[in-house]
């Protein structure tokens, strides 16, 4: 099976990158802005070429094997919500995602995949950027298609629905189809994190993970300039505390064998999750390491796409392209 080639921008904590890479693709350049994020890149993947740089100021001319590749990717920062739209910060994001459409132009890979809010898909707020693509892509010749994911319907033990573009080349579109559901039952938080909880000696680990059967609520990183890390709003916070989790503060450590469980208490009786138990929340293996302090962690955590979502679509990509995937190794989050 040959590897296919492609380029990542935007590419963040590398969770979209590590699934394409679980199904058969390459990436000759990665591309983000964030210096931590960088980081963490290199720390895991030393042979990935990585680029510290802003995607609007990107010049592919420079780094021309970026050119005639087989897949241009792009996990873009999360556009707000369409009752936000409006709001300050959105153009920025919005300017991304056009960006990347303007990058076919001169990469012209052989297909392009987005994944960013399922309000991209169909709200009525984002016409104009979707008005946008299907002009630009159109025009170079590309077919395309939006749909929605649930990364619980891939093994990742949480609740996150992502907006996802996919479009090829003319002549590969029609052999494209959406990827299915690859676990028949959603994998519970208790049991993504219970082997995790009994790491520092917690005694009722066990009693916790039975209780704990729901996917976890979605993850969200947060601003960059916006206090600590917790794991999101109110009503997020509720879903945590019903399965005795304290979601306003992210923990340094597992609990050890002297804290007692007691969520009826309040919050110093509920337990804490760590960095690393969100990263297998987000569906990432367990030796992915993180640069940065616990809050930048955290926050590439949040704001990374699952890699088990991304091997899905690379596999679905990678079909439409008549590459065969028959020897790529199974990629699971589940424990």
């Excluded at 100021?57 to 009752?83: H, I």
């Excluded at 009722?204 to 916006?226: F, H, I, Y």
Aim: hydrophobic share 40%.
């Amino acid at each position: 099976m040959s590897e296919l080639r492609f380029v990542d921008v935007c590419a963040g904590a590398g969770g979209l990158a590590l699934g394409l890479e679980h199904a058969g693709f390459e990436p000759v350049l990665l591309l983000d802005r964030k210096p931590v994020t960088c980081d963490t890149l290199r720390t895991n993947r030393p042979g990935w070429q990585v680029l510290e740089a802003d995607l609007l100021d990107f010049a592919p001319t420079r780094y021309q094997e970026t050119y005639d590749v087989d897949l241009l990717s792009a996990g873009l920062p999360r556009v707000r919500s369409s009752a936000t739209v409006a709001r300050v910060g959105t153009e920025a994001e919005l300017r991304l995602l056009e960006a990347t459409v303007y990058l076919v132009h001169a990469v012209r890979p052989r297909a392009l995949l987005v994944e960013n809010v399922p309000g991209l898909v169909n709200a009525p707020e984002f016409e104009p950027i979707r008005d946008f693509i299907r002009k630009e892509l159109d025009h170079l010749g590309y077919r395309f298609r939006w749909f929605v994911l649930n990364a619980a319907d891939f093994g990742v033990p949480q609740d996150r629905r992502q907006g996802v573009l996919v479009a090829l080349r003319e002549r590969y579109f029609d052999a494209f189809h959406p990827p299915e559901p690859t676990v028949r039952r959603h994998v519970s938080v208790g049991r993504a994190l219970r082997r995790s909880m009994t790491l520092g000696g917690w005694r009722d680990a066990d009693r916790w993970a039975a209780q704990a059967l729901a996917v976890a609520p979605t993850l969200v990183g947060g601003s960059d300039g916006r206090g600590g890390a917790d794991l999101g709003p109110t009503g997020t916070k509720r879903a945590w505390a019903r399965m005795g989790v304290d979601g306003g503060t992210v923990a340094d450590d597992v609990p050890g064998p002297d804290f007692v469980w007691a969520p009826e208490t309040g919050r110093h009786g509920m337990v804490r999750i760590t960095t690393e138990q969100a990263a297998l929340l987000q569906g990432f293996p367990s030796d992915w390491a993180f640069a940065g302090s616990k809050t930048a962690r955290y926050r590439q955590i949040g704001h990374a796409s699952p890699p088990p979502v991304g091997r899905a679509l690379g596999l679905a990509i990678r079909a439409a392209l008549g590459e065969s995937a028959t020897s790529v190794a199974d990629y699971t989050s589940a424990p």
